[in-house]
């Protein structure tokens, strides 16, 4: 909510500037430390393009090894030990709205900091804010358009459809918790 300021027009006014950071100070982002943990020593990646992110998946051991003696038989059955995991792709966006007169009102001695820069901050901030939060979430928020998080990655009973791998079927994919009880 701005806050609004009356005063007059005076010799001090005209002669006195108020003093004023040159920084806005952060008074709304919840702290973001899973993101910034995330981000640091490069535990987070990027990837480009492609329809869907798919990752190979060696889920089956061959099963035709054995110890053998002299005459023994070796099973020469295929093994297919591969198969993959299917993740959709998911955005995360949101706007500046930047104005002419805005810009031409915010530059030269008149500019304390810059607007555009301030808005472009705020931006990346509440982007960061909507990861952290999501990152904690099962991926269901905004009819499913959120990120899958935490709450799917590691669900309560160790099951759920992961990459399109559903974990009640494939009992390998099966989230592995264990539990500690005081």
Excluded: C
């Amino acid at each position: 909510m701005p806050v609004t300021l009356t005063e007059q027009l005076d010799s001090l006014y005209t002669t006195t500037w108020q003093l004023m950071r040159k920084e806005a100070i952060d008074n709304i982002f919840k702290a973001t430390p899973f993101w910034f943990w995330l981000t640091a020593k490069e535990r987070r990646r990027t990837e480009q393009g492609g329809r869907w992110i798919g990752v190979p998946l060696e889920y089956r051991k061959n099963e035709t090894v054995q110890s053998f003696g002299k005459g023994d038989t070796i099973s020469t059955q295929d093994t297919d030990p591969l198969t993959m995991a299917k993740y959709e792709w998911k955005y995360v966006a949101g706007t500046i709205v930047r104005y002419y007169q805005d810009d031409q009102q915010n530059r030269g001695k008149a500019q304390i900091m810059s607007l555009a820069k301030a808005k472009f901050r705020n931006l990346e901030q509440s982007l960061i804010d909507k990861l952290e939060a999501d990152l904690f979430g099962d991926g269901t928020g905004n009819s499913g358009k959120d990120i899958h998080g935490l709450g799917l990655l590691v669900s309560e009973d160790g099951t759920g459809v992961v990459g399109g791998i559903n974990a009640s079927t494939e009992t390998w994919w099966k989230k592995q918790i264990q539990r500690y009880d005081k």
